[in-house]
Structure formats: structure tokens, C-alpha cells
């Protein structure tokens, strides 16, 4: 799960600023989903698509899971998988010590069901070491400070690979919450300038493009790794993004130029990649069209190891089986993030089908026409169409705790 990249930036998608040819091969051959709804924030994200719950029912703080929760590390450990999370963790609480007590138990990613870890902000938060050149690491119960040449991306690649190496032989889960290609945006080992020490912190939107690339880069190499070990045509890759792209990233496509919304609940700020590999079962690559939003992830995962477990989303397994699937017909998204200002502008409750949303205040769009939703259709001049898909939605919106209980 790539931190902060939206549709628009895999080639596959229409990109045209960047260049992905390995997750472009990935959805050749698998499935391309072209509509999968996340929330616009990485904490509701990651919380949402680990426990498969609308953010009311367990969402208390930003950058926290509440260890009474069960993940879907827990799911595929009881299902007798080896578990391994690699990357970006932020859930420990650490922004909120005063209201976390546990916000300092390095035990947490265990408790989630993950066997072993290779992690950045455990306990340690951001201010106190970086993600990418020298990167500040808690592994397995060890802090450890990366050198000078150190890269953070390829350090948690690099265990994850080797995690795969030693559980070759049994069925494995692996989480990786990718570092890349949130800000700051930063020099790879790749760009010119890695070889300017001084240049290894220097933010500039313009190493965004080699941050993709190297993105695609370890998707690559993973890949790579399962073929070498003979594992990969029973293996199933799962790739997406948490939210959408940093908004002062603008990219190129084939239709148009997407500024990046993340934080909004624009459909830039929730609009994902999406891509599911599985060469014994999918032979032939294709592209689905219909809504999948991140509550779907955890009953697919559950489908995978036969287990019966309650969640908000629906399996898209029959899907990756060529089975006969009931698209759904609306995602929903209840958006409270608790960060800043600015984000918090953005709270917010919604539903949507493919080509019209409907928020708790009643704002309804065409999202097709008015992607950026400046525009909300006024009732006066609905068709007789778009009231019956607004009395629809209305309804569906019924279906959850309204906003002001909510507070």
C-alpha cells in the first residue's frame, strides 16, 4: 500500500507524468480496478482497510488502533498464516500521549497479529527520525538508526524479502504500508542528486517523478524475489494507495491534469490504484470498473483463508476466481479525521455511486461532470433520473449513524 499516491499516478491509469512498468505488467496480467474508494487520510485509511469497520465504529484518534481491535494480521495468523508488516506504522498513539497510555508498547504490531516487524514511527514519532536517507527504524523490539547511505524503502523491502526467503515453505501474510511516496519529497538512490549528502533532506516536488519510480522499482524487485524462490503463481499481490496525492502535486494524464486532494474527500483525495495479481488463477489480465472501497479488503482476505468474520465491506474474492460477483452499488466514506485545521475543514460524511455523490448535508454531485465538486446540482433542476438516484442515496445514508451523533 503506497503512502499518498492516487490513480492518476500509475501509467496503467492514464498517467503520462510518470512511468510504472512493473505494476503496469502486475495489472496486464491481473486485475486493473479502476474505482476503489479510500479514505482521503492515512489513519482512517489504515484503520478502516486492517479492522474492515466504517471509521464511527473504531476510529477514536489520529495516528491510533485501539488494541481491542481485530486486524486482518490477526485474521491470517489464526488462519495459521506466518505474518510479517513492514513500512509505515503511525498507530501506536504517539500524537496523543496524554489520552494513549500504551502509546510507548513496541508489542503493539504483535498484538495485531503480525509475528515479526521492520517499522518506522512505532514509538518513535517522525520529529525524531526520518523515513527515507538515514532512516530511524524499531525492529522486532530494536531500535535501529540507519547510516548515511541507508535508504528506509529498501531497508523494509529488503526484510520483507527475506521474511518471504525464510517462510518459503508455508503459507505467508505480509502487510507492507509503504513509506513512499509521501512527503517530503526527497532524493532516491536513484535521482542525481543522492550522491549530495546535503541534498539527501531537500524538499522539492520535483523528485515526486523518481519517488514513483522507485515505488515501482521494489514492486519490481519483490516480484522478482517470488519467482526466484518458485512462489510466485500461487502468490497473491494485493498493491493500492491509502489516499490520494499530496495537493501540490500536479500530474499529467491522458484526459487531463488531477491535482492531488489528499485530506479532501474530493474524488481526488479518495480515488486509488488498485491492482490484484494471481498468475494460477488469473490468467488473463482485465479491468473492473465498479465501486470497491477499503472495507472490502478484510472479508477478501477472509474468504482467501475460509474464515468466517463480521465486517462492514463485501468479499471481492469471486472475482480474482472468475466467479460470478454482484457489483456493489455505493461505497461509503465517514470521514473524521482529528488532525489539523486544515484537514479537519473536510470532516464529512458521504455516499456515492459510480457517477453521483451525496453527502449528510444533502450536497449532491455529478461526478462525472464536476469532478471537483464546485458545482452541487441544485433540486430544482434534477431529472427524474438523478432524484431517484438521490432518494437512493438518501436512503443508503440513512443506513449509518448520523453526523451529529457522531460528534
Known sequence: MADDMGYECLSSNGSIAYNTPNLDHLASNGIRFSKCISQPLCTPSRVKIMTGLYNYRNYDYFGHLNTNQYTFGNLMQDAGYATCITGKWQLNGAYHKDNIPDWNDNTKPNTFGFDEYCLWQLTKSGNEGGRYA????????????????????????????DFMERKKDKPFFIYYPMVLVHDPFVPTPDSKDWGQIELRKKNDTAYFKDMVAYTDKIIGKIVTKLKTLNIDDNTIIIFTGDNGTHPTIFSKTVNSTVQGAKGNTIDAGTHVPLIVSWP????????????????????????????KISSDGRSFYPLLKGNDYKARNTAFVHYDPQWGKRINQYKNQFVRTLDYKLYQDGTFFNLNKDPLEKHPIHLDSLTEKELETKRFLMDELKKHPNWKSTE
Not at 548515511?148 to 526484510?159: L, R
Not at 472501497?293 to 474464515?307: G, M, N, Q, R
Open 280 to 307: 494460477k488463477e488469473i490468467k488473463k489480465g482485465s479491468v473492473y470498473s465498479e465501486l470497491i472501497e477499503f472495507s472490502d479488503f478484510f472479508p477478501t482476505l477472509a474468504d482467501i483463508v475460509d474464515k
Open 134 to 161: 538515514a532512516p530511524l527504524i524499531e525492529q522486532n523490539g530494536k531500535t535501529i538508526q540507519g547510516k548515511t547511505n541507508d535508504y528506509g524503502p529498501d531497508i523494509f523491502a529488503n526484510y520483507l524479502m
